[in-house]
């Protein structure tokens, strides 16, 4: 489990953070959603200890986050981030090879080379492998840099907004896989998502965040809810069950 306790951050005089405590539960999928600018991003660049905390506390499997050795992190969690920065001159290969560094800190064995292809398969790179980052499109790209934190085979897979630039056959081809692994191998994810219809069908739990606050947080079933997302969103959201499933309609 993830627990959030008290959680307040500031950016210059902007409070962007404010008192958030939420438990993240462990084997599941995990939406956190809300509208731009809620601070969905800066609260997962936190549990990922890219910034350090500045009130409150993040505790990971019970350990406080401020206090684990970087490498303990590196195996116990893979991030992907909103922003994909991007070493040009790096094959496809390459980059999903370096999910393994935590594993192997630079000396690749035969099962870590086994696991980068492997992971090139699964997300359908093997005929992009030897081709440069910036010599692919950006859904291309966004499958590459999802295929690196996969392959770390961490306990906890944080995404955020892994679904931008995704076409239908792959954003449902990543869900089913994110399911797979929860279901299967008892991963933790969590991904940011403004696809409400993804999140209804595939996470177990929500988070919805909304100027820096938690405005909800709950068993998917319990939470999300015509007024519930109506209300966060400012907007008017329908929730449908048809064939025991639920939509989202909103226009
Ligand atoms: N480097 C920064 N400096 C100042 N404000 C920032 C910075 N990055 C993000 N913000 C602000 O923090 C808030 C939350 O941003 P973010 O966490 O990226 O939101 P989300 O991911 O939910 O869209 C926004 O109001 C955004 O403008
Ligand atoms: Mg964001």
């Known amino acids: 489990m993830i627990s959030v306790s008290t959680l307040t951050h500031s950016l210059g005089h902007r409070l962007i953070l404010d008192d958030i405590s939420v438990e993240i539960p462990k084997g599941k999928i995990t939406a956190l959603i809300g509208p731009n600018g809620a601070g969905k991003s800066t609260l997962l660049h936190l549990i990922a200890r890219q910034n350090p905390v500045q009130t409150g506390v993040i505790s990971l499997d019970g350990e406080d986050i401020a206090k684990t050795a970087s490498t303990d992190m590196a195996l116990r969690m893979a991030v992907v981030a909103q922003e994909l920065g991007v070493a040009s001159r790096l094959r496809v290969r390459d980059l999903v090879g370096f999910g393994r560094w935590p594993q192997h800190q630079g000396r690749p064995t035969e099962v870590d080379k086994a696991a980068v292809e492997k992971a090139l398969e699964e997300f359908h790179l093997l005929d992009l492998s030897d081709r440069f980052l910036d010599e692919i499109s950006g859904g291309q790209r966004q499958r590459a840099f999802v295929a690196m934190a996969y392959v770390q085979d961490t306990d906890w897979l944080l995404l955020d907004e892994p679904l931008n630039n ?86």
Do not use: P, Q, W
């Not at 299967?184 to 739990?205: F, G, R, T």
């Not at 820096?212 to 449908?240: C, H, M, P, Q, R």
């Not at 499933?245 to 226009?251: I, N, P, Q, S």
């Open 166 to 251: 995704l076409d239908i056959r792959y954003a449902k081809s990543l869900m089913a896989k994110l399911r797979n692994m929860a279901e299967e191998k008892n991963k933790s994810i969590v991904i940011v998502i403004h696809d409400l219809n993804y999140a209804l069908a595939n996470a177990d739990y929500f988070i919805a965040v909304k100027e820096g606050k938690v405005a909800f947080a709950g068993e998917t079933s319990d939470v999300a809810t015509s007024e519930s997302l109506s209300e966060l969103y400012d907007a008017e959201v329908n929730i449908i069950e048809s064939d025991g499933k639920c939509f989202a309609f909103h226009h």
